[in-house]
């Protein structure tokens, strides 16, 4: 597999913007152009100037930096490739290299997209957003599973902030399932993967993974009646970079709380936006084995509780959940 990283026209193209930057006639140059265009970044070349046409579906570092508030963080640090096999995977290089909170790892595709489980996350380009996160949190590890709510919650927010904003013709409903699952009308469009690295208190770092289905194309057949993109649930094109943006604006804001230390806001938050973290009937898979279960709740760092048939009280940190009918 070969990493690809964005042309480094493309921050340029998109720092100059209507200006344009001069064609030339070198290789390096011409190459990067071929490589834009192969990718399917509109470009205009006229009058002896090349242009990258604005487009918020695009997702370009530059473009993000600017558009992305500074609410947590001194400045977002964006870190653009074509394709990668997982970001979260560069973002442990990159954060075992000593890269500040805040570095944002984007790839229009991933080969070997990571889930929860080691399960692959379905990354065709230019139809999905997969993104990773790296944060050096200041509040004791033991609390860091949290940062998945944290994230999750910001994602259900993102999308409920458009459905508020009339942005989207049909109205889904946004609803979160334990620990990383965002839905839109009880489809699957969006994961959340957390990853930590234990290496003293200066290296250590956990790594936010996203994965968004935005347009069609970003869902495998075989889960079509499962998952859904965005796009379908909204009834009309939702722009990916629109999606992203809005996203770091709305977890930033729920990482500032998580390092004021307010966790029990971070759970109220994440049970607000889901339907079944209480008196929903699941079926649990942990540790080889297999139970049904009603859901009773969250411990203090999210872990999810279940009462079995028994009346017995378990505590679920890392198995797989599955609604299921009464």
């Known amino acids: 597999m070969t990493i690809l990283k964005h042309p480094s026209i493309l921050t340029d193209l998109g720092h100059v ?22 990718w399917g970044f509109k470009l205009k070349i006229a009058d002896g100037r090349a242009r990258l046409e604005y487009d918020d579906d695009v997702i370009i570092s530059y473009w993000i930096q600017k558009e992305t ?16 096999d997982s970001t979260n995977r560069e973002a442990f290089d990159q954060s075992s290299a000593g890269a500040p909170e805040g570095t944002l790892i984007f790839a229009e595709t991933q080969t070997a997209g990571k889930g929860r489980k080691d399960r692959v996350w379905f990354s065709p380009a230019g139809v999905g957003v997969y993104f990773s996160l790296i944060l050096r949190p200041s509040r004791p590890k033991s609390f860091w599973p949290l940062l998945t709510h944290t994230a999750a919650s910001a994602l259900a927010e993102t999308l409920k902030s458009f459905i508020a904003a009339g942005d989207w013709p049909l109205k889904p409903e946004v609803d979160l399932k334990w620990p990383n699952d965002v839905f839109l009308s009880g489809k699957k469009c969006a994961g959340i993967l957390l990853e930590t690295m234990f290496a003293g208190e200066k290296n250590s770092a956990a790594i936010i993974g996203v994965g968004i289905n935005a347009h069609p194309g970003s869902v495998p057949e075989d889960l079509a009646s499962v998952a859904a993109c965005v796009d379908e649930m909204a009834g009309c094109f939702v722009p990916r970079r629109r999606l992203l943006v809005r996203f770091l604006q709305y977890f930033q804001r729920s990482y500032r709380i998580f390092e004021e230390g307010k966790f029990t806001e971070i759970l109220e938050r994440w049970r ?28 203090e760092i999210g872990a999810l509780r279940v009462r079995l048939e028994d009346g017995s009280v378990e505590t679920v940190l890392a198995g797989d959940v599955r609604v299921r009918r009464r």
């Open 272 to 299: 607000s936006l889901s339907s079944m973290w209480n008196g929903a009937a699941v079926t649990v898979f942990e540790e080889g084995r297999q139970f049904d279960a009603v859901t009773c709740g969250l411990d």
């Open 17 to 38: 913007g209507e200006l344009g930057l001069p064609v030339n006639g070198e290789a390096w140059f011409q190459k990067e152009l071929e490589l834009c265009r192969e």
């Open 69 to 84: 508030p500074e609410i947590a963080w001194g400045g977002l640090r964006v870190n653009s490739f074509l394709r990668l």
